[in-house]
Protein backbone atom coordinates (compact mmCIF):
# COMPACT_ATOMS: atom_id res chain seq x y z
CA UNK A 1 0.00 0.00 0.00
CA UNK A 2 1.64 2.91 -1.12
CA UNK A 3 0.04 6.48 -0.57
CA UNK A 4 0.98 9.72 -2.21
CA UNK A 5 1.69 11.63 1.64
CA UNK A 6 4.29 8.56 2.00
CA UNK A 7 6.51 8.87 -1.14
CA UNK A 8 9.38 11.34 0.16
CA UNK A 9 12.05 10.26 2.51
CA UNK A 10 12.06 10.38 6.40
CA UNK A 11 14.48 11.30 8.66
CA UNK A 12 15.12 8.30 9.70
CA UNK A 13 15.61 6.72 6.48
CA UNK A 14 19.76 8.12 6.09
CA UNK A 15 20.51 5.77 8.91
CA UNK A 16 18.32 2.85 7.94
CA UNK A 17 20.02 2.99 4.79
CA UNK A 18 23.74 3.22 6.47
CA UNK A 19 22.68 0.34 8.74
CA UNK A 20 21.39 -1.85 5.92
CA UNK A 21 24.87 -1.44 3.76
CA UNK A 22 26.39 -2.52 6.99
CA UNK A 23 24.47 -5.62 6.95
CA UNK A 24 24.51 -6.05 3.37
CA UNK A 25 28.71 -5.99 4.37
CA UNK A 26 28.71 -8.26 7.17
CA UNK A 27 26.37 -10.82 4.57
CA UNK A 28 28.75 -11.01 2.10
CA UNK A 29 31.43 -11.43 5.11
CA UNK A 30 29.02 -14.71 6.07
CA UNK A 31 28.95 -16.25 2.82
CA UNK A 32 32.93 -15.88 2.26
CA UNK A 33 33.38 -17.38 5.71
CA UNK A 34 30.92 -20.62 4.36
CA UNK A 35 32.66 -20.57 1.47
CA UNK A 36 35.92 -20.47 3.67
CA UNK A 37 34.69 -23.29 5.85
CA UNK A 38 34.46 -21.50 9.01
CA UNK A 39 32.97 -23.02 11.98
CA UNK A 40 29.68 -23.07 11.64
CA UNK A 41 29.12 -21.72 15.38
CA UNK A 42 30.94 -18.70 14.14
CA UNK A 43 28.92 -18.05 11.30
CA UNK A 44 25.55 -18.60 13.00
CA UNK A 45 27.23 -15.40 15.34
CA UNK A 46 27.27 -13.52 12.16
CA UNK A 47 24.19 -14.49 10.83
CA UNK A 48 22.59 -13.38 14.18
CA UNK A 49 23.79 -9.77 13.54
CA UNK A 50 22.51 -9.31 10.17
CA UNK A 51 19.48 -10.57 11.42
CA UNK A 52 19.15 -8.40 14.29
CA UNK A 53 20.65 -5.24 11.90
CA UNK A 54 17.57 -5.89 9.30
CA UNK A 55 15.20 -6.51 11.98
CA UNK A 56 16.10 -3.41 13.66
CA UNK A 57 16.22 -1.66 10.42
CA UNK A 58 12.41 -2.21 10.08
CA UNK A 59 11.39 -1.76 13.57
CA UNK A 60 12.86 1.98 12.86
CA UNK A 61 10.90 2.31 9.31
CA UNK A 62 7.87 1.08 10.39
CA UNK A 63 7.83 2.82 13.77
CA UNK A 64 9.32 6.05 11.60
CA UNK A 65 6.33 5.68 9.72
CA UNK A 66 3.66 5.32 12.11
CA UNK A 67 5.01 8.58 14.14
CA UNK A 68 5.22 10.90 10.70
CA UNK A 69 3.18 9.42 8.33
CA UNK A 70 -0.26 8.98 10.64
CA UNK A 71 0.59 12.44 12.36
CA UNK A 72 -2.01 14.61 13.50
CA UNK A 73 -2.01 16.95 9.97
CA UNK A 74 -2.33 13.12 8.46
CA UNK A 75 -4.61 12.14 10.21
CA UNK A 76 -7.15 15.45 9.92
CA UNK A 77 -6.93 15.12 6.27
CA UNK A 78 -7.21 11.67 5.63
CA UNK A 79 -10.60 9.40 6.18
CA UNK A 80 -10.37 6.91 9.28
CA UNK A 81 -11.10 3.94 7.13
CA UNK A 82 -7.68 4.44 4.99
CA UNK A 83 -5.63 5.52 8.08
CA UNK A 84 -7.20 2.49 10.05
CA UNK A 85 -6.42 0.29 6.52
CA UNK A 86 -2.70 1.49 6.65
CA UNK A 87 -1.95 1.12 10.20
CA UNK A 88 -3.36 -2.49 9.76
CA UNK A 89 -0.67 -3.31 6.84
CA UNK A 90 1.82 -1.08 8.44
CA UNK A 91 1.69 -3.15 11.66
CA UNK A 92 1.81 -6.30 10.40
CA UNK A 93 5.73 -6.04 10.16
CA UNK A 94 6.23 -5.09 13.86
Do not use: F, W
Amino acid sequence: MHSQHNAGMHESHDAIVKRLKRAKGHLGKVISMIQGGSPCVDVARQLQAVSNAVYNAKQTLVRDHIGHCLGEDMIRSRPAREIKAELAEITKYL
